[in-house]
C-alpha cells in the first residue's frame, strides 16, 4: 500500500510538475524536440482514457459480436429466402429468430429461446385472404 500511496502522492505529482506545459498558446510552437518527447507519455495516457471512455459510454463505437443467425447458411454473406404465394397453405408461419431446424418455416424454436433470454420473438405469420 505504501507504494501506491508514494505513487499518487508524489511521482504524479512530481512528473505532472516536471512537464514543459507552456502557459500560453504561443509557448507550443516554442517547445523543443525534448519538450514534444517529454509531453508524449500524457498524451498516450490522455488518448488512451478517451478511447476506453468512448467505447464503454458510447454504443455506436462497439462492435455487435453477437450474431442472430448462428448456424443457417453461414457460408453465404446474406441468406435469402423465397417462397411462393402458390404454395403456401392458409397459413404459414416463417422463422424470424434464426433458430427454426426448418428454416425459414416455423417449427416453434422461438418458445425455448424466449424462456431462456426472456425475449419476445415470434413467427410471421401470412394468411391467404378469404
Same mark, same amino acid.
Given at each position: ?55 464503454? !459510454?458510447?454504443? @455506436? ?5 453477437? &450474431? ?8 453465404? *454473406?446474406? #441468406? %435469402? ?21 426448418? !428454416?425459414?418455416? @416455423? ?5 425455448? &429461446? ?8 415470434? *413467427?410471421? #405469420? %401470412?394468411?391467404?385472404?378469404?
Amino acid at each position: 500500500m505504501e507504494v501506491m500511496s508514494n505513487l499518487v502522492t508524489q511521482n504524479i505529482p512530481n512528473y505532472l510538475s516536471s512537464l514543459p506545459v507552456p502557459k500560453s498558446i504561443g509557448g507550443w510552437f516554442r517547445l523543443g524536440f525534448r519538450d514534444w518527447v517529454s509531453l508524449v507519455p500524457l498524451g498516450a495516457v490522455i488518448g488512451g482514457l478517451t478511447y476506453m471512455s468512448y467505447l464503454a !459510454f458510447c454504443p @455506436c463505437g462497439r462492435v455487435c459480436k453477437i &450474431h442472430l443467425n448462428e448456424k443457417i447458411e453461414k457460408n453465404n *454473406p446474406k #441468406v %435469402v429466402h423465397s417462397v411462393d404465394v402458390e404454395d403456401l397453405g392458409e397459413t404459414s408461419a416463417f422463422c424470424r429468430c434464426w433458430k427454426s431446424k426448418t !428454416f425459414p418455416k @416455423c417449427d416453434g424454436s422461438h418458445n425455448e &429461446h424466449n424462456e431462456t433470454t426472456g425475449d419476445n420473438v415470434g *413467427p410471421l #405469420v %401470412v394468411k391467404k385472404k378469404k
